[in-house]
């Protein structure tokens, strides 16, 4: 079965900190992985997405991706109170073009003001 | 900035009927996707759709459900008698083109499906 795992939260954090989130998967022979956002109700955004180790920066945003520890995580850097919402990982686990993704349940993160 | 649309945006409807649910994907995408996730819980993959054909498909996607692509532009998901267990935000997604497992999926804002 493929899994991939996050921890639910909630993560609190102060305004202007960094958050942390974190993703495991468990199939080794993944290819891609992204992060969405989605606001209660609404539909997944996607914030970033990454395929090779190390880190990506996009504004507040890194992504950091080590492919041994089957490991991704999601920095978001002054954290501000329209960042509080729910952070899915999704992981691409074909090497197909077809990319089915599979999701995480979810980080729901508050920043508090 | 194109989007993938959806409708409706709710349906109600009572166990046992079918329920054709309305997706237009970006125009130059090739490849769609329909998801769900039922309330709280996380979103999962139903199916992929390619060339008029599905792709793959996950367990959940048993008889009762089907896909169409019945011109150019919509892309419909039918629950053929509904079920309780089928209330949930359905979700379509496409993608550009067949670029390896790195293209981006971009999602619609979902139907939300109650079944009484």
């Known amino acids: 079965q493929k899994e991939v795992e996050q921890n639910s939260g909630p993560l609190s954090v102060p305004e202007g900190a960094i958050a942390s989130l974190n993703c495991t998967y468990s199939?080794?022979?993944?290819?891609?992985f992204f992060w969405y956002r989605q606001y209660s109700g609404k539909s997944p955004e996607l914030i970033m997405s990454?395929?090779?180790?190390g880190d990506k920066e996009d504004g507040r945003f890194t992504a950091q991706l080590n492919k041994a520890s089957q490991y991704v995580s999601l920095l978001i850097r002054d954290s501000q109170p329209s960042d509080s919402a729910t952070y899915l990982c999704?992981?691409?686990?074909?090497?197909?073009?077809?990319?089915?993704?599979?999701f995480g349940k979810g980080t729901k993160l508050s920043v508090k003001p | 900035e194109p989007e993938v649309t959806q409708t409706p945006s709710h349906q109600v409807t009572q166990m046992g009927q079918e329920v054709i649910l309305r997706c237009v994907p970006i125009?130059?995408?090739?490849?769609f996707y329909w998801y769900r996730q039922i309330l709280g819980q996380k979103v999962e993959f139903l199916v992929s759709?390619?060339?008029?054909?599905?792709?793959?498909k996950s367990e959940i996607f048993d008889d009762q459900f089907s896909v169409e692509r019945p011109d150019g532009s919509n892309f419909t998901l039918k629950i053929r008698s509904t079920k309780l267990e089928d209330s949930a935000m359905y979700f379509c997604?496409?993608?550009?083109?067949?670029?390896?497992?790195?293209?981006?999926?971009?999602f619609g804002p979902g139907t939300r499906l109650l079944v009484l």
């Open positions: 990454i395929y090779s180790n």
């Open positions: 759709f390619y060339n008029n054909e599905i792709s793959e």
């Open positions: 999704a992981v691409n686990m074909n090497e197909g073009s077809q990319g089915n993704l599979i």
């Open positions: 997604a496409s993608k550009r083109t067949g670029g390896g497992s790195q293209e981006t999926q971009y």
């Open positions: 199939d080794r022979v993944s290819q891609s």
């Open positions: 125009s130059n995408h090739l490849y």
